[in-house]
């Protein structure tokens, strides 16, 4: 069982190979097949998770949440999906056309392209980068112009407004979030993820760096524009933010890609602090899946039960207080470290 | 077909890609769609650095330029932009800004071609670098540890001059 996935794609290489094919091509083909069942993978995810959001929401505020359509509702989100394909697609018409209609797809784009490194499983990622974790980091950032981009594209001021706040919010956590990975860097002395995992074969980060871990989940929480720090597309005050103009398809892809970047900040959190694949009796990939769903049952929990945080207090708080602890923490794993090997670990 | 050749098309095809955004950042009458097409061209050159190997540094070509430079570039044309914005980034018609860019290019082709010709580029001519994150840390901790420091206390000074300049010095 451990080894399924990867005894599937050698046998693919070994009979394109067989009917003639050069090792190359097969490869390349191997690798459009890993990246096809990635956005596979994402889409199944998303259609559980939008279920499960509204499952966990229904709970927390003593609903049921849907429940007709199949058993628990379960097929309430393919009904959705369905009704998302055939609405109108609505182009505004004072609107900067190549921005608005090309936003969506680069942020699905940058979103998808995270999964490159991400070890779904032991020797499974589908590039086994040595700066697999900077990589990630960058890649994210990225995503802040694809919102600008909407925001401005679509020439109303709720989006602008909501596009500025993202951006703001968006560069603020982006340091606290990558000052907090880089206690685990000091630890593991890799930047590999596949490294990182095999550093925690004794013992999970999450005990030796529960501040990063902290410092880590909230930024992650800010960097994907989640509750409670979901100003950016505060309904009350912004209608939806950079999303307001959009609809049907377009929309859905802004909805697919932020589900898509919380099982990847979720699998990323399980990888460096929960030890990745590591687990007894059932195989690394099952339990990296289960880690990562648990992970984001705390993110959803997170939502439903804190209100949102004021604009300036948001700033302020990844200014004043992430960012110094975050700086704290790398000064004492540094010196713990450096104690250590003073001792002869 | 060899992987020699499927590196040379995917060459091709990236420089082709830079510069194309390149030459729609020249071209485009859209300041921001300017600034849009800079990102793409940053993100060709990092594909650039990709293709030779170099994978951090391309990563922090994303990180620092495509990211984060990218956003001030484009928020600094929101902020002063006003009215329509097709026509922001109109053609000057006039011989001397014409002859002055063209010095100034004509300047840039001959001070990179130089310091390429003149280079010993001995990372190209030894075998390829595993850990380049981890080599470029010890130059930068080791060797260097003065001037990366001085340019990051720089670099402090500057942002902190910015928001005086910004704000006002005497502002509570």
Known sequence: METIFIDIAEFLTSWMVGLGLAPLWADLIITILQWAVIVLIITVNTIVLVWMERKVSGFIQERIGPNRLGPFGAFQTIADTLKLLTKEDIVPARADKLIFKTAPMFFIIVSVMLYAVLPLGNNMAVVNLNVGLFYFISLGSLSTICLLMAGWGSNNKWSLVGAMRSVAQMISYEIPLAFSLLGVVMIAGSLNLSDIVTAQNRLWFIILQPVAFIVYFIAATAELNRGPFDMPEAEQELTAGAYTEYTGMRWALFFLAEYTNLVAVSALAATLFFGGGQGPLLPSWLWIIIKTYLIMLVFMWMKWTFPRIRMDHLLSFSWKVLIPVSLANILVTGAGLELFRWMGW | ?172
């Open chain 2, 1 to 172: 077909m060899s992987a020699m050749i499927i590196n040379d098309l995917v060459f091709v095809a990236v420089a082709g890609f830079t510069l194309l955004s390149a030459l729609g950042m020249v071209l485009s009458r859209n300041l921001v769609h300017s600034a849009l097409a800079l990102i793409l061209t940053f993100l060709g050159v990092a594909a650039l650095f990709f293709n030779l190997g170099a994978v951090f540094l391309g990563l922090v070509q994303i990180l620092v330029y495509a990211g984060a430079i990218a956003v001030l570039i484009i928020f600094a044309i929101m902020l002063v932009m006003h009215g329509d914005p097709a026509q922001t980034n109109r053609f000057n018609p006039s011989l001397g800004t014409h002859l002055a860019g063209a010095y100034v290019a004509a300047l840039l082709t001959m001070a990179l071609s130089l310091s390429i010709w003149f280079s010993e580029l001995p990372q190209v001519k030894g075998k390829t670098v595993e850990d380049a994150a981890g080599m470029l840390a010890q130059l930068f901790m080791g060797n260097y540890v003065i001037a990366f420091e001085a340019a990051a206390v720089l670099l402090l000074v500057a942002v902190v001059g910015a928001i005086i300049l910004a704000r006002g010095a005497n502002q509570s």
